[in-house]
């Protein structure tokens, strides 16, 4: 079964500083990542996925991560962080095709960005 | 609509009473998902409908879960005899339904069992 580890529960950054998510994951099959951000009272939105191809991938605001199949990791980044990225990160990957799309999900990072 | 829709946004019950918990996914989305937020637990799957195949309800956590799937479409979670532990957020996403398909997340219903 896969699964998900992400390092770090909470992570507090400076405004304008470097955004790093770490996310670390087991699969027994070629993976298929996922960033979502939950901003309070809201459902999860996608970020970035990776399926296949090209191993960096970028989202939206800013955010872009990188596959490293060596290390297992798909962490996400942002060289700049802004007071609107305050939100909670999870990292998720899919489940084999003989299993649909259903996600198994890592525990959270919470992201605070101070002024 | 634009996204899926869950309703209500809020549910609290009583111990030992049923809930319903409906979910509108968007139009054209063939595969829908029921996932669980805790404290405790993270964020967890519950049950997948796709289609007309039977739905993988490998995530429910015991035989008081149910969720049933109408026309394809609108779908409806039901907790009976609620248990303290119960109380979460139930978040529904949908999908096209190809293998990898980006799922898009409701707001979720946060339910408190008292």
């Known amino acids: 079964a896969q699964s998900v580890t992400q390092l770090g529960s909470h992570v507090s950054v400076s405004e304008g500083a470097l955004v790093l998510l770490r996310c670390n994951y087991s699969?027994?099959?070629?993976?298929?990542l996922f960033w979502y951000v939950q901003y309070p009272n809201q459902g999860l939105q996608l970020l970035l996925k990776?399926?296949?191809?090209?191993?960096l991938v970028k989202g939206i605001n800013g955010f872009e991560a990188e596959f490293k199949k060596s290390e297992t990791s798909f962490h996400l980044t942002k060289p700049s962080a802004h007071m609107s990225d305050a939100a909670e990160y999870f990292c998720a990957v899919s489940e084999g095709e003989t299993s649909g799309s259903r996600l198994t999900f890592g525990e959270g990072t919470q992201l605070t960005v101070n002024p | 609509g634009a996204g899926v829709s869950q309703s209500p946004s809020n549910k609290v019950t009583e111990k030992g009473k049923d809930v319903e918990l409906r979910c509108d996914p968007i139009s054209g989305h063939t595969a829908l998902y029921w996932y669980r937020q805790s404290l405790g637990q993270g964020l967890e799957f519950l049950i997948y409908?796709?289609?007309?195949?039977?739905?993988?309800k490998s995530g429910l956590p015991s035989d008081r879960f149910s969720a049933e799937r109408t026309g394809g479409s609108v779908s409806t979670l039901t907790i009976q005899r609620t248990q303290q532990e119960d109380s979460a957020v139930y978040l529904c996403?949908?999908?096209?339904?190809?293998?990898?398909?980006?799922?898009?997340f409701g707001a979720g219903t946060r339910l408190s069992v008292l």
């Open positions: 990776y399926t296949t191809g090209a191993t």
């Open positions: 996403a949908s999908s096209l339904g190809s293998p990898h398909g980006i799922q898009y």
């Open positions: 699969s027994s099959v070629p993976p298929y």
């Open positions: 409908f796709q289609g007309n195949s039977a739905p993988d």
